[in-house]
């Protein structure tokens, strides 16, 4: 009996022993540009995968005496460009950033990028909302935000058409998408791309307040977009990202990454009520 439960404990401590360690105790310094939702999101997300987060102003001096005093092997993120920037100023190797456009990221670091790849978006879109093959564009006349090549190539190889609607101005905004979207309400989707004089504060409601009363759906780029009243958005959950961005810090090789954790949303209540046929898939959520 004794010898069966002496058995018993030492495999009960091997099998212990041999699950993979929790990195509970690894500490992670985060150095972080401003505050915003996103980056408190993406720390508590590492914090509930069991990290101690050390927070660290984006100034060289500060990241300069924490990183002296810091292990060797210490894992740091940087939130924003900035933040990235001053990653390669420290030493070792394990180091990622967050929410930085691809070409802001420096060489020799990984990141998680803030883009979902515009093929995604693409994809996304022509499953969500079927029988249109039409997506309207609305970008600054020779503007380099909204790049036109890349785009036609991604919505070419999906069968879809982009229709680009440029604009001097914030004020053309909504008579160029008015332009652009006549005769093609029922056959088109609006998809609004991050452009400083396209869409901005000033724009949005009432493009918008357009595309809903021709029942055309309108696509954002997050979800302050559902917020306001489009029809869907690309979201993001940041919380995710936090723990993503460590995997990266930890390989072996640099490497930059979308987030993993993001999806098309879709307000199926709105659409019923704007009779607009909608459908779910992989990567799209129809709220209901």
Wanted: aromatic content about 4%; charged content about 20%; glycine content about 8%.
């Amino acid at each position: 009996m004794r010898r069966g439960a002496a058995l018993a404990g030492w495999l009960a401590g091997a099998l212990l022993l041999a699950q993979p360690r929790v990195a509970a105790a690894d500490q992670v310094f985060v150095v972080v540009d401003r505050e915003t939702r996103a980056y408190r999101d993406a720390i508590a997300g590492i914090e509930e995968a069991g990290h101690r987060v050390e927070r660290i102003s984006a100034t060289a001096v500060e990241v300069a005496r924490r990183g002296a005093a810091a292990p060797a092997d210490a894992i740091w993120l940087g939130m924003g460009p900035s933040a990235a920037k001053l990653l390669t100023t420290l030493p070792g190797t394990r180091r990622a950033a967050l929410f930085v456009r691809e070409q802001q990221v420096p060489a020799g670091v990984s990141a998680v990028t803030l883009e979902v790849p515009p093929a995604q978006q693409l994809a996304w879109i022509k499953a969500a909302f079927p029988g249109r093959r039409q997506v309207i564009v609305l970008r600054q006349r020779g503007g380099t935000a909204v790049p036109e090549e890349p785009l036609q190539q991604a919505a070419a190889a999906l069968g879809l058409e982009l229709v680009f609607a440029s604009v001097t101005s914030s004020g053309d905004a909504v008579a160029a998408f008015e332009d652009a979207a006549r005769r093609r309400s029922q056959s088109a989707v609006a998809w609004l791309l991050p452009d400083p004089i396209a869409i901005n504060s000033d724009t949005i409601a009432p493009l918008i307040q357009v595309a809903l009363a021709a029942r055309m759906p309108v696509v954002g780029f997050s979800d302050y977009f559902l917020r306001v009243g489009a029809l869907a958005a690309v979201t993001v959950d940041y919380r995710a990202c936090g723990p993503q961005a460590l995997r990266l810090a930890g390989g072996q090789a640099p490497r930059v990454e979308p987030p993993t954790a993001a999806r098309l949303t879709v307000d199926g209540r709105l659409a019923e009520r704007l009779g607009i046929a909608v459908a779910g898939g992989a990567g799209i959520e129809v709220q209901r």
